[in-house]
């Protein structure tokens, strides 16, 4: 049993000073009993009150299957605002103007889920990202001079292999393709490519911009870097065009040239609002799901439009309350496709989590708003441009 220190209870007992008497054997007893049963009152009272409150906060139950509060835009730029560092730069009153304008005219749920299982997890690992891949989880921490990537059991969580990477590099997501792992930097501009197997460093792909999260769909690359648009990238100009090139020799402007560039961004919205600071990323079901710095939600999102079509909260599995870091916020998913089932983490949370998606009943959205609002119009360009990834 936890102690919880929310429920600490003070109990008043008066002093009273005993009258000086001359002592008997009955007063001795009558004295002694009077002590023994205001003990007994007050143990009782103290039990009563301890199991009445502090048992009430006992951790979810594995095979729960949980339905949270919901995600909004609101509740998410009012997270960001108050992030330290202010990493993502939001306009309260340009979001309340979208808002009473714009209304997205797709189905939009809020998931609820079940938790399968939970595998120890390094709480000193600044998590970055999570990939499967080859029954194995693949893990990618950050910090400068701390980064790591990492190969773990997927029934126990335990450490197979781990390498340093760059010193001068900030890590940051991760993902897997034709055993290449390819791990992005924060502000250094590069992307490492390691061999999966053995972590050895076979490449550094040079790119503009910030790397936050980065997912491969199909024969492509999508990177985002915590603004709202997600960029596509041809996946072999980009992790395969160094094989015919000497290890350590990088491929300077290769990520960015106007041949591997596949087309325009993707523009994040969720009920006619750009959706900022779109972290880890991870492709499953025909959607991409995305971590929101510095939230506890997931966003799955449409490719071809850029729609949230729905969100997950996962505030409930590791409670703001048993945080010591302001950073300790969710961050990791990898999808285990055989199982259709997610792992998810945070920075330096205790546990890896194994869950199961659990559709709730949805609400239909009034469309003709949305089209007012010009939404559909660039929903409609958007899936044109996917469509083209396709061919």
Not at 245 to 263: E, F, Q, W
Request: aromatic share 10%; charged share 20%; glycine share 8%.
């Amino acid at each position: 049993m936890k102690y919880n220190q929310q429920h600490l209870v003070a109990i008043y007992v008066p002093s009273v000073k005993a009258p000086k008497v001359l002592t008997s054997r009955s007063f001795f007893y009558s004295f002694t009993g009077a002590l023994f049963t205001r003990g007994i009152v007050l143990q009782s009272l103290l039990l009563t009150v301890f199991f009445s409150t502090g048992c009430s906060g006992a951790p979810h139950q594995l095979e729960d299957e949980l339905e949270p509060a919901a995600c909004t835009i609101q509740k998410i730029q009012q997270q960001q605002r108050n992030a330290p560092g202010q990493l993502i730069k939001t306009d309260s009153n340009s979001l309340s103007a979208q808002l009473a304008v714009h209304t997205l005219g797709h189905t939009v749920r809020q998931y609820r889920y079940k938790i399968i299982r939970r595998l120890p997890h390094s709480t000193t690992a600044f998590t970055q990202g999570l990939a499967f891949y080859d029954n194995y989880l693949f893990e990618g921490t950050g910090l400068l001079g701390k980064s790591e990537i990492r190969k773990l059991e997927t029934e126990t969580g335990k450490l197979l292999k781990s390498v340093k990477t760059d010193r001068l590099a900030f890590g940051e997501g991760i993902s897997i393709k034709n055993n290449r792992l390819i791990q992005l930097s924060w502000k250094s501009e590069k992307a490492y490519i390691y061999d999966v197997e053995t972590f050895r460093l076979i490449n550094e792909v040079k790119y503009k911009g910030e790397g936050w999260g980065i997912a491969c769909i199909n024969d492509n690359i999508l990177i985002s870097d915590g603004s709202s648009f997600l960029k596509w990238f041809d996946a072999e100009r980009f992790s395969g065009a160094y094989e015919s090139r000497p290890p350590g020799v990088s491929i300077n402007g290769i990520a960015d040239s106007s041949d591997n560039v596949k087309n325009k961004n993707i523009r994040v919205m969720a009920s006619g609002v750009e959706v900022q600071g779109i972290n880890e990323l991870e492709y499953a079901n025909g959607f991409i799901y995305a971590n929101i710095w510095p939230t506890d939600c997931i966003a799955e999102i449409d490719p071809s439009t850029g729609n949230v079509t729905a969100w997950i909260n996962l505030a409930d599995l590791y409670p703001a309350k048993s945080r010591t870091d302001w950073n300790a916020v969710l961050n990791g998913i990898a999808y285990q496709q055989d199982s259709n089932v997610f792992y998810v983490t945070g920075k330096y949370w205790p546990y890896i989590y194994v869950i199961a998606l659990q559709q709730p009943g949805t609400t239909q959205l009034n469309r003709a708003e949305a089209e007012k609002a010009g939404s559909i119009q660039a929903e409609n360009s958007q899936r044109d441009v996917f469509a083209s990834l396709q061919n």
